[in-house]
């Protein structure tokens, strides 16, 4: 995994609730697996929240 961390815009109703508030993995939804921040988004209201990943699909 890269040590890039990026920030994306994201609207909220585009995202699983889950995917912000959660334990879930970014990319696949995966609640189950260990999780590692992977960057930040950015709603339409500016609040940031971090994303995580599981290493799954979108690992990079």
Do not use: N, Y
């Not at 995917?19 to 930040?40: E, K, N, Q």
């Amino acid at each position: 995994m890269s040590d890039t961390i990026e920030e994306t815009d994201v609207s909220v109703a585009e995202v699983s609730i889950a995917r912000l508030h959660g334990p879930a993995c970014w990319d696949c939804g995966a609640a189950s697996r260990v999780l590692v921040p992977s960057g930040t988004v950015r709603d339409e209201t500016g609040q940031v929240w971090t994303k995580r990943t599981c290493g799954c699909v979108g690992a990079s």
